[in-house]
């Protein structure tokens, strides 16, 4: 029988009471500056070859380690919402960004987004499984809302061994199944008919009534666990980083087809897929750009930028309608980008024009200008941006609410702010907490 048992997670309460809000005033390290327009390095330049290095995860990389970057950057003069949080290990959303999860160095907790409230906390104790180790949970994975979520232990001492994905029944507050591996396991995706298991070198499908494996992919070095999987009932679509650098991989199981995509010169840092798995966003270690692409066909349909310094892209999300964008990176600014796509095209998607066409009334006397400016003066900009601390790592999705979005960082904060569609500029922040704070405080 499958595991999956209608034992859904608390319903959400209807009122919420008047938050404090909280502002940081920080500088905007994504402000376009001119000056340095001559400077930008486009995306697919040549570049020396860089160095492989484990690139730590979301999942792994603590807001310790983060605030000396941070005050580093901004010489130590810029305020903190809350204190460091030294125990926080992952952070990660549900499928419909409704809810997310942390993992941290004694459990895990659940959490809902509108209105923000704490679901439920596992603090975990020691795990004779783990030789009497701690409760580190290094990855949570939920399942929509319902009492099923995949655990793998993490920290300097886990509570699961680090190379096991633990199957977790919040109802009986237990695990009810494993899966076991000869490597560390780097993420965790579900579907409500799939368990994918993202290996440093592999990834591993499984069908989730009966845990049998479906299918294995080999990948290039993939320390950060990226992967996704579309949500929708029905066709399955699956995104994972290629064998070549800069190269994705698209599973369409429906089909039965394999697409590679080469997105970018240098490697793929981050991607997301939307939801129906038919658009697929990606951006590279340089960070400064950002494509979208047919996941069918591996067409580019659109490129926006998000600045003209390098940067590491931490998050990318696709509004329910497919008509918005989000990033962010560590140059602590949320961004939100009009995506200029005909979604009820399918697999005959034409690519967008090249940027050079996106130059309107260019009267003749200064129509040489076009071949000469560089691609940074007529790239596509966000519509709407959110400023926040730089240094830190955060997760952006898209909020129920029109026009919404919510943040998720790994100092323990969590924001939800609205942008106006119309006149874009500075979001507006609705509310701000630390999800971090004991249970008894208020």
Sequence with gaps: PSPLLDHPLPPEPKPRRETKVWKPKVRDPDAREPAAAAQDPEEDAPEEPEPEQDEASVSSATAA??????????????????????????????????????????????????????????????????????????????????????????????????????????????????????????????????IVVVLENKIFVYNF?????????????????????????????????????????????????????????????????????????????????????????GNLLQEVRRGADRAEIYSLAFSNNLQYLAVSSDKGTIHVFNLKINVGLTTNDKPLPAPDADVPHMSPSFSFIKGVLPKYFHSEWSVAQFRLHEGEQYIVAFGHEKNTVAVVGMDGSFYRCQFDPVNGGEMQQLECHNFLKPSDQP
Excluded at 101 to 120: L, M, Q, S, V
Excluded at 136 to 153: D, K, Q, S
Excluded at 167 to 183: A, N, P, V
Excluded at 247 to 270: D, L, P
């Design 65 to 194: 380690t983060d605030a000396s970057a941070a005050a580093a950057a901004t010489g130590g003069k810029t305020e903190r919402p809350f204190p460091a949080a030294t125990d926080l290990l992952h952070i990660s959303y549900n499928q419909d960004y409704g809810c997310f999860a942390a993992g941290t160095k004694t459990g895990f907790r659940i959490y809902n987004c509108d209105p923000f409230r704490e679901i439920f906390r596992r603090d975990l104790g020691p795990s004779p499984a783990a030789g009497g180790g701690g409760g580190g949970i290094g990855v949570v994975e939920m399942l929509f809302r319902c009492n099923i979520l995949a655990l793998v232990g993490g920290g300097d001492a886990p509570h699961y061994p680090p190379n096991k994905v633990m199957i977790w029944d919040d109802h009986q507050s237990r695990c009810i199944g494993e899966l076991s591996f000869k490597s560390p396991v780097r993420g965790v995706r579900l579907r409500r008919d799939r």
């Design 209 to 297: 009534a009966d845990l049998k494996l479906v299918q294995q992919i080999e990948t290039a070095p993939n320390p950060k666990g990226l992967c996704s999987v579309s949500q929708q009932p029905g066709s399955i679509v699956l995104v994972c980083p290629g064998a070549q650098k800069g190269q994705i991989r698209v599973e369409h199981y429906g089909a039965r087809k394999t697409k590679f995509i080469n997105a970018h010169a240098s490697r793929v840092a981050c991607f997301a897929l939307s939801q129906d798995g038919r658009l697929i966003a990606t951006a590279s270690t340089k960070g400064t750009l950002v494509r979208i692409f047919n996941a069918a066909e």
